[in-house]
T-cell receptor
Framework: DVKVTQSSRYLVKRTGEKVFLECVQDMDHENMFWYRQDPGLGLRLIYFSYDVKMKEKGDIPEGYSVSREKKERFSLILESASTNQTSMYLC?????????????FGPGTRLTVL | GQNIDQPTEMTATEGAIVQINCTYQTSGFNGLFWYQQHAGEAPTFLSYNVLDGLEEKGRFSSFLSRSKGYSYLLLKELQMKDSASYLCAVRKGSTLGRLYFGRGTQLTVWP
């Protein structure tokens, strides 16, 4: 079974703090994604990565950066957290050899910025 | 955005059949996915359509009409555990293309 894990289920940070959200997958997938999910807005793509050290902006990259130094790990960084970044953050991965190329999601990190 | 539309909420009773519709407007269409998401949990893959027609997987079926930009997810013999949010997502471009998600349909199944 594919496993996507995220470093924390719940996180509380203060405005201005630097925040790291970590995502690890164990299936040697090439592609990894970071989304945020807010009530009434659905899943919105922040950044994604096709390969190690490669990244692409999604629909809402402002205020975020990412790092992919190793294939299995994709990190989301909030350089200076703000209250409007309070949200559920979901990581996903996908391999190019899957039948449907579906994305597999991690359990999510609920981040609260005070 | 890709103009992916689905109803916000639906309700149904145990044992019934429910159809959740999804319409989309996009160029370079290359597949439509349905995901299920229980409250507080991650979305899980349900079905995938890239050609017109119906795909059946047990109690769940998904239909696609590319010319109409329309899909539906059909859930039969509803159970309480089917209460969840159902997400429609469209893929553009190559098979490695990113997904564009609708806002989700919250289904509540009553006893």
């Amino acid at each position: 079974d594919v496993k996507v894990t995220q470093s924390s289920r719940y996180l509380v940070k203060r405005t201005g703090e630097k925040v790291f959200l970590e995502c690890v997958q164990d299936m040697d997938h090439e592609n990894m994604f970071w989304y945020r999910q807010d009530p009434g807005l659905g899943l919105r793509l922040i950044y994604f990565s096709y390969d190690v050290k490669m990244k692409e902006k999604g629909d809402i990259p402002e205020g975020y950066s990412v790092s992919r130094e190793k294939k299995e790990r994709f990190s989301l960084i909030l350089e200076s957290a703000s209250t409007n970044q309070t949200s559920m953050y979901l990581c996903a991965s996908r391999g190019s050899r899957l039948v449907y190329n579906e994305q597999f999601f991690g359990p999510g990190t609920r981040l609260t910025v005070l | 955005g890709q103009n992916i539309d689905q109803p916000t909420e639906m309700t149904a009773t145990e044992g019934a059949i429910v159809q959740i519709n999804c319409t989309y407007q996009t160029s370079g269409f290359n597949g439509l996915f349905w995901y299920q998401q229980h409250a507080g949990e991650a979305p899980t893959f349900l079905s995938y359509n890239v050609l017109d027609g119906l795909e059946e997987k047990g109690r769940f079926s998904s239909f696609l009409s590319r010319s109409k930009g329309y899909s539906y997810l059909l859930l039969k013999e509803l159970q309480m555990k089917d209460s969840a949010s159902y997400l429609c997502a469209v893929r553009k471009g190559s098979t490695l293309g990113r997904l564009y998600f609708g806002r989700g349909t919250q289904l509540t199944v009553w006893p």
